[in-house]
């Protein structure tokens, strides 16, 4: 379910940000914004710290994941 989902991410950013991770608190803040949008948040917030995150970073691109 979705709530749970929200904790589990929201414990994981809260680890990155802990450990200093950049490029893992971005991938956690793009999830945590498909969750939201998901459930009718706003995922903007979200992922602009993850473009800034990953721009700081110099990623240029992130690995495409298919189902």
């Known amino acids: ?28 803040l793009i999830l945590r914004g498909h969750i939201l949008a998901a459930t009718g948040g706003d ?8 473009r800034a995150l990953l721009s700081d970073l110099g990623v240029v691109s992130l690995p495409s994941i298919t189902r």
């Open 1 to 28: 379910d979705y709530d749970h989902a929200m904790e589990l991410v929201d414990h994981n950013l809260s680890m990155a940000n802990e450990f200093g991770s950049d490029y893992e608190v971005a991938l956690t």
């Open 43 to 50: 995922r903007k917030p979200d992922h602009a710290r993850a």
